[in-house]
């Protein structure tokens, strides 16, 4: 086997903490953090005087240097495997002493630079990785591995270990690889909020739920996401080092493999458990739609909620805007917080959606002889309004107390529900509590 060094060193002093003369082909890329600002020559310094039995093949700079502490041809004592340090070329990077031991730009980029510049000397093709440890030594599946997976430790950092997909997308660019071949796009999503909002509505109202049920459900997708579809967790924008669009794009196109286990929530509901964004990654490539694609999810959201047996029963059956957010909330969207204080809030935003489109939208048929309509009028007087609205006119009262039918039903605000008298005199405000 012959091997070469990088290039872009800036800085060389080997250590003797090392085995001469590997026994394994390079084929592996394992990232490790220093736990210390280090510049390259500080490293590699280090490497060579200390009495510990450590080192690494490259040490990577705060500022960008890159030191070589042990050829390639050689294994560094680095990663608590022997196995793994025959076959990797282990890179210790300089970053914060405390989690997640995050490094600068400076040090990132040199480290995409020097990966890319191994791969390509060492005839790997493609940087794969999974996040998957029992794909060790699997390297046709993952060729990076990372020093938790071999000893109680926090290796790389949060800050590394999030960005390895990022990595590897960024390293196969440069290598001219792509993992698959684009899924076919078709762009449906309209372009603008109020557009998606209303194609939201619609698309609920379409599906047989009452508008209060619509408003609950939408409350609580704009709390998750704001309504957009191409939503990633703001907090792994900056752990993966992408933006929506380019986690969205690298998703689609194949390059970024770690949709499933990143526990990155994503999307209208903020998908981010492995088994459920496996689902509705797997129906996006089924209708050939992008990940991001409005319509693909609002459909797939459909088609999950069917599962969700308890949370479907009290959309359909709801009567106000809060029961339907809260069985939302607490059945289907489950965060960590679910306080009382995120109810009335999601509650909030889907009554703003309710006023907004409550009005346009048709009022349901008359319910099925089954159910008793009968509504108990027990006061002096009942107000008669002219439509399902808090806002409308009071035209008239009922005065006389009795059993009256009501031969149809619509949702008001709130908990009221509105029903239409047998004689057609108008609407009434109902109380179900006093319904007959």
Same mark, same amino acid.
């Given at each position: 086997?012959? %091997? /070469?060094?990088?290039?872009?060193?800036?800085?060389?002093?080997?250590?003797?903490?090392?085995?001469?003369?590997?026994?394994?082909?390079?084929? /592996?890329?394992?990232?490790?953090?220093? @736990?210390?600002?280090? &510049?390259?020559?500080?490293?590699?310094?280090? %490497?060579? &005087?200390?009495?510990?039995?450590?080192?690494?093949?490259?040490?990577?700079?705060?500022?960008?240097?890159?030191?070589?502490?042990?050829?390639?041809?050689?294994?560094?004592?680095?990663?608590?495997?022997?196995?793994?340090?025959?076959?990797?070329?282990?890179?210790?990077?300089?970053?914060?002493?405390?989690?997640?031991?995050?490094?600068?730009?400076?040090?990132?980029?040199?480290?995409?630079?020097? $990966?890319?510049?191994?791969?390509?000397?060492? *005839?790997?093709?493609?940087?794969?990785?999974?996040?998957?440890?029992?794909?060790?030594?699997?390297?046709?599946?993952?060729?990076?591995?990372?020093?938790?997976? !071999?000893?109680?430790?926090?290796?790389?950092?949060?800050?590394?270990?999030?960005?390895?997909?990022?990595?590897?997308?960024?390293?196969?660019?440069?290598?001219?690889? $792509?993992?698959?071949?684009?899924?076919?796009?078709?762009? /449906?999503?309209?372009?603008?909020? $109020?557009?998606? #909002?209303?194609?939201?509505?619609?698309? !609920?109202?379409?599906?047989?739920?009452?508008?209060?049920?619509? #408003?609950?459900?939408?409350?609580?997708?704009?709390?998750?996401?704001?309504?957009?579809?191409? *939503?990633?967790? *703001?907090?792994?924008?900056?752990?993966?080092?992408?933006?929506? +669009?380019?986690?969205?794009? #690298?998703?689609?196109?194949?390059?970024?493999?770690?949709?499933?286990?990143?526990?990155?929530?994503?999307?209208?509901?903020?998908?981010?458990?492995?088994?459920?964004?496996?689902?509705?990654?797997?129906?996006?490539?089924?209708?050939?739609?992008?990940?991001?694609?409005?319509?693909?999810?609002?459909? %797939?959201?459909?088609?999950?909620?069917? +599962?969700?047996?308890?949370?479907?029963?009290?959309?359909?059956?709801?009567? +106000?805007?809060?029961?339907?957010?809260?069985? @939302?909330?607490?059945?289907?969207?489950?965060?960590?917080?679910?306080?009382?204080?995120?109810?009335?809030?999601?509650?909030?935003?889907?009554?703003?959606?309710?006023?907004?489109?409550?009005?346009?939208?048709?009022?349901?048929?008359?319910?099925?002889?089954? $159910?008793?309509?009968?509504? =108990?009028?027990?006061?002096?007087?009942?107000?008669?309004?002219?439509?399902?609205?808090?806002?409308?006119?009071?035209?008239?009262?009922?005065?006389? =107390?009795?059993?009256?039918?009501?031969?149809?039903?619509?949702?008001?605000?709130?908990?009221?529900?509105?029903?239409?008298?047998?004689?057609?005199?108008?609407?009434? +405000?109902?109380?179900? /509590?006093?319904?007959?």
């Amino acid at each position: 086997m012959a %091997f /070469t060094n990088s290039s872009l060193v800036t800085y060389k002093r080997l250590t003797s903490h090392c085995t001469k003369n590997r026994n394994h082909a390079i084929d /592996t890329i394992t990232i490790h953090c220093i @736990v210390g600002q280090w &510049t390259a020559k500080q490293g590699c310094d280090y %490497f060579a &005087t200390t009495d510990r039995d450590c080192s690494s093949n490259y040490i990577v700079g705060k500022d960008g240097s890159i030191g070589l502490s042990v050829e390639e041809k050689d294994r560094s004592w680095c990663s608590s495997s022997s196995s793994n340090d025959h076959r990797a070329i282990t890179i210790e990077v300089a970053s914060d002493t405390t989690h997640p031991y995050a490094v600068t730009a400076q040090a990132y980029a040199a480290l995409i630079d020097l $990966v890319t510049d191994i791969c390509k000397r060492n *005839n790997i093709k493609e940087l794969k990785w999974k996040a998957d440890k029992s794909l060790i030594g699997q390297v046709d599946k993952q060729n990076m591995t990372v020093h938790r997976w !071999f000893a109680a430790k926090a290796c790389p950092g949060e800050y590394l270990y999030e960005r390895h997909s990022a990595i590897a997308a960024e390293v196969n660019k440069r290598l001219g690889t $792509v993992a698959k071949p684009p899924v076919v796009v078709t762009p /449906t999503q309209p372009t603008t909020t $109020v557009d998606v #909002a209303k194609t939201i509505w619609d698309f !609920f109202i379409g599906k047989g739920l009452n508008a209060c049920a619509v #408003a609950g459900l939408m409350g609580n997708l704009y709390a998750e996401s704001a309504l957009k579809p191409t *939503n990633l967790q *703001n907090t792994y924008e900056q752990k993966l080092g992408l933006s929506d +669009s380019a986690y969205t794009q #690298a998703v689609d196109n194949g390059s970024y493999t770690n949709f499933v286990k990143d526990s990155a929530g994503y999307g209208l509901a903020q998908w981010t458990y492995w088994s459920r964004k496996q689902a509705l990654l797997q129906y996006a490539q089924k209708v050939k739609k992008s990940i991001g694609d409005l319509t693909m999810q609002l459909e %797939f959201l459909w088609q999950e909620l069917q +599962s969700y047996t308890s949370v479907t029963k009290t959309l359909k059956a709801a009567t +106000s805007i809060q029961v339907a957010s809260d069985a @939302v909330l607490t059945g289907y969207e489950r965060p960590a917080n679910q306080s009382d204080a995120v109810k009335v809030k999601r509650a909030g935003y889907g009554k703003k959606y309710y006023d907004q489109y409550a009005s346009s939208t048709a009022k349901p048929t008359t319910p099925t002889a089954s $159910v008793p309509y009968l509504v =108990k009028v027990d006061a002096s007087v009942l107000n008669i309004r002219k439509q399902p609205t808090t806002s409308s006119a009071i035209t008239g009262a009922i005065k006389d =107390k009795g059993v009256y039918t009501i031969v149809e039903e619509a949702s008001g605000a709130g908990a009221t529900r509105w029903g239409k008298l047998k004689s057609g005199a108008g609407w009434i +405000s109902l109380d179900y /509590t006093k319904r007959a």
